[in-house]
């Protein structure tokens, strides 16, 4: 073991008492009878001997998302193979889970990523024995990534982004940074200034390619839109915003707003209806209690609430419906941007058609946004009093709201191909059998 990956393990053990009180309140909000520690260590089912399968590693909720079209190409592309998806977070499993059951497809499994203690990592791909491992986005584990090239497991980092932000912070660690990339086969890179911040951390070039941003390759589903339109005629013909992926400290400001538009006479807004939807569940109970203590009559879908005339908020505390709600909207405002958290995925509502605003707090998805910038479909502010004016102005003008629309999903369709590109990559590291 290499001097860094060794002082990073021993940190590790020294950090244990720590990692393990997060893993248990995490494990709180999930039904599985399995304990913290063997869900978090390794100790999952072998794969017989013989058997195919395929690892893809996203954190949580917002990457397997992203992932969707990559997960759901693999399945159709290898039918001999199993896949299996490991997220750190309890959130990310529940989707996981919703969507195996959408395709009643037995072959697509989760599973909890290992801590990335180096027994534990190696526990896990023993007896996961996949043909292919991939990482998605910024997942960067020493220990897992050394057990995949120490059993001689391909490695592929897909979908690779590394913010400015997130670079500064590796660089720190480019020692250890540099041991863990050695293990990695092919880096699909979302961007050319993505690629030289990896390359600059020591991935060797000639294993990076730029392939795009899987997050165009987000596609409507004619079913989603159905559901999106019967929830549009539920919900009736006011005004309505969704607020997405909203974060603490965010949801504030966004009510602030949205009783700065209710209260503008002067525009037909004083009926309008904010869908607010938190980004973590266990969230949802405290948002309720901010509506209320706001002033903001608010309807709870978990409840099978629905809004009345005089309901204010609408509340999205379900999970896996957050592309239905921005469909049944007139305009979506896309949360983690008026708090420093760095944006949330910007190209769910423009390729629902739905016009796209955002606060300034973009460093995760700054490409995203310079692509939406350049044909003229993003609408940015810088808090909540250019919130409710940018709300205003756009529900006062439906042909400004519809070439937004537009233009946001011209902008999805044209950059789209991230996916075919990724997938030619990855069959080059799959060995036949």
């Known amino acids: 073991m290499g001097w860094p990956r060794g002082l990073y393990s021993a940190l590790l053990l020294v950090l244990a008492p720590l990692i393990w009180r997060r893993i248990r309140r995490e494990h709180a909000l999930t039904d599985s009878r399995q304990a913290p520690r063997e869900l978090r260590l390794g100790r999952i089912p072998e794969t017989p001997s013989g058997g195919r399968m395929l690892w893809l590693h996203c954190a949580s909720v917002g990457e397997v998302q992203a992932a969707r079209p990559l997960i759901e190409a693999m399945l159709e592309r290898y039918p001999e193979h199993r896949l299996t998806l490991t997220t750190m977070t309890a959130t990310g499993a529940e989707r996981v889970q919703a969507l195996a059951a959408s395709r009643d497809d037995e072959r697509l499994v989760h599973r909890f990523v290992p801590l990335d203690f180096p027994r534990a990592a190696a526990r896990f791909v023993e007896r996961l024995r996949p043909e292919l491992a991939l990482f998605f986005e910024t997942e960067l584990w020493p220990n897992l990534l050394h057990a995949c090239r120490r059993h001689?497991?391909?490695?592929?980092?897909?979908?690779?982004?590394?913010?400015?932000?997130?670079?500064?912070?590796?660089?720190?660690?480019?020692?250890?940074?540099?041991?863990?990339?050695?293990?990695?086969?092919?880096?699909?890179?979302?961007?050319?200034?993505?690629?030289?911040?990896?390359?600059?951390?020591?991935?060797?070039?000639?294993?990076?390619?730029?392939?795009?941003?899987?997050?165009?390759?987000?596609?409507?589903?004619?079913?989603?839109?159905?559901?999106?339109?019967?929830?549009?005629?539920?919900?009736?013909?006011?005004?309505?915003?969704?607020?997405?992926?909203?974060?603490?400290?965010?949801?504030?400001?966004?009510?602030?707003?949205?009783?700065?538009?209710r209260e503008n006479h002067l525009t037909p807004c004083p009926e309008a209806l904010l869908v607010l939807v938190p980004r973590h569940p266990q969230r949802f109970d405290a948002v309720a209690a901010l509506c209320e203590q706001t002033g903001m009559p608010v309807a709870r879908r978990s409840r099978g609430e629905w809004p009345k005339p005089t309901t204010a908020v609408y509340l999205g505390d379900t999970m896996g419906e957050l592309l239905t709600l921005y469909g049944a909207a007139d305009l979506a405002f896309v949360g983690g941007s008026l708090v420093p958290i760095g944006g949330h995925?910007?190209?769910?509502?423009?390729?629902?058609?739905?016009?796209?605003?955002?606060?300034?707090?973009?460093?995760?998805?700054?490409?995203?946004?310079?692509?939406?910038?350049?044909?003229?479909?993003?609408?940015?502010?810088?808090?909540?009093?250019?919130?409710?004016?940018?709300?205003?102005?756009?529900?006062?003008?439906?042909?400004?709201?519809?070439?937004?629309?537009?233009?946001?999903?011209?902008?999805?369709?044209?950059?789209?191909?991230?996916?075919?590109?990724?997938?030619?990559?990855?069959?080059?590291?799959?060995?036949?059998?």
């Open 345 to 433: 995925n910007l190209l769910e509502p423009a390729a629902m058609g739905v016009p796209v605003l955002t606060g300034p707090e973009l460093a995760n998805f700054e490409e995203v946004a310079e692509v939406l910038r350049g044909a003229d479909a993003l609408v940015e502010v810088v808090d909540d009093r250019a919130l409710a004016a940018a709300l205003a102005k756009l529900f006062a003008d439906p042909a400004e709201r519809c070439r937004l629309g537009e233009a946001g999903r011209v902008v999805v369709a044209a950059n789209r191909g991230a996916l075919a590109r990724t997938l030619e990559g990855l069959a080059r590291l799959l060995r036949p059998k």
């Open 152 to 261: 001689g497991v391909p490695v592929a980092v897909i979908n690779g982004r590394l913010s400015p932000r997130a670079f500064r912070g590796y660089r720190r660690l480019r020692p250890l940074m540099r041991e863990a990339l050695a293990c990695v086969d092919w880096l699909a890179a979302k961007s050319a200034a993505d690629a030289e911040r990896f390359a600059r951390l020591g991935m060797a070039e000639e294993r990076i390619d730029v392939v795009g941003s899987l997050k165009f390759d987000i596609t409507r589903d004619d079913g989603s839109l159905e559901v999106s339109e019967r929830l549009r005629t539920r919900l009736g013909e006011r005004p309505i915003w969704v607020a997405g992926s909203t974060h603490e400290g965010e949801e504030t400001a966004l009510l602030a707003a949205h009783a700065r538009l």
